[in-house]
């Protein structure tokens, strides 16, 4: 009995994480003064209609959602800023712009 619990409990367990999907995001200079922010999840899962910022100074200065694709173009800030990947919470990814080349 006690090794049929331990087993159940390890099924569920095991379950629970393979339905789990960490977000993931990529972005890269298209070197004409836009990025292009690709995003996803880990279970495959598309990113389309998920919101996207960027910050800049602590103020949103681009508030919009991944397309069909899971992709978003944008122009390129003057000085330092943040592309944010939102789906909610727990499911946040941020690429500092001095990151993306």
């Known amino acids: 009995m006690k090794t049929l619990s331990i087993g159940l409990i390890m099924i569920m367990a095991f379950s629970v994480m393979a339905h ?20 996803g ?29 899971g992709e978003v173009n944008f122009e390129k800030p003057n000085g330092d800023y943040k592309a944010i990947f939102n789906a909610g919470e727990g499911h946040v990814v941020v690429i500092d712009g001095k990151d993306i080349f």
């Not at 789990?20 to 995003?39: K, N, Q, R, W, Y």
């Not at 899962?45 to 996207?52: H, I, K, Q, R």
């Open 20 to 39: 789990a999907h960490t977000p993931l995001m990529s972005c890269f200079d298209e070197g004409d003064g836009t990025v292009t922010c690709e995003g």
């Open 41 to 69: 999840f880990s279970d495959g899962s598309s990113a389309s209609g998920v919101e996207f910022l960027v910050e800049q100074n602590g103020n949103v200065v681009l508030r919009t959602k991944m397309d069909e694709f």
